[in-house]
């Protein structure tokens, strides 16, 4: 029992240290700074692609930081919606792979999207079967 008690004390004060460290002014400069560079790659078009300057890219370091800081709660939920819009609309011009990507960029953003991640797996459904119909 005591042991259980100590590994508890331990665990609390642990995790209380990670609360504080969240919150130091250094991390949310930190914070600021990868906001501020995913809002100008937002405002650039530049949502994602290759290398580590996107806006996905600054977001996700954001995430790392500090997930619950309100303004990468923010910008997590709207750079999601953004990437349903593309993936919608690549989806009725009939682009599956470029819908299936907008969706991908979603589960990174919402790993627990369960929406997201059914409709990849029915795309790639849709992927296989006009694979297997071509000669």
């Known amino acids: 029992m005591a042991i259980g008690v100590a590994a508890l004390t331990i665990v609390i004060v642990a ?3 990670r609360e504080r460290s969240a919150s130091t002014p250094s ?3 930190q ?6 560079l995913t809002d100008a790659r937002i405002a650039s078009g530049r949502l994602v692609g290759p290398g580590s300057d996107e806006a996905l890219d600054h ?3 954001a995430r ?3 997930a619950e800081h309100p ?3 923010e910008r ?5 919606a953004k990437f349903q819009q593309l993936a919608d609309q690549a989806g009725a011009a009939g682009s599956l792979a470029e819908a299936a990507a907008h969706l991908q960029a979603i589960l990174v953003l919402e790993p627990d999207n369960a929406a997201a991640a059914a409709r990849v797996t029915e795309i790639e459904e849709q992927i ?3 694979q297997r119909r071509r000669p």
Do not use: F, P
């Not at 997590?76 to 999601?80: D, H, N, P, S, V």
């Open 15 to 17: 995790m209380l240290g």
């Open 31 to 36: 914070v600021d700074a990868e906001l501020a």
């Open 71 to 73: 303004g990468v709660r």
């Open 76 to 80: 997590l939920r709207l750079l999601a």
């Open 128 to 130: 296989l079967a006009r």
């Open 64 to 66: 790392s930081i500090d």
């Open 59 to 61: 977001l996700l370091a």
């Open 27 to 29: 991390t949310a400069k």
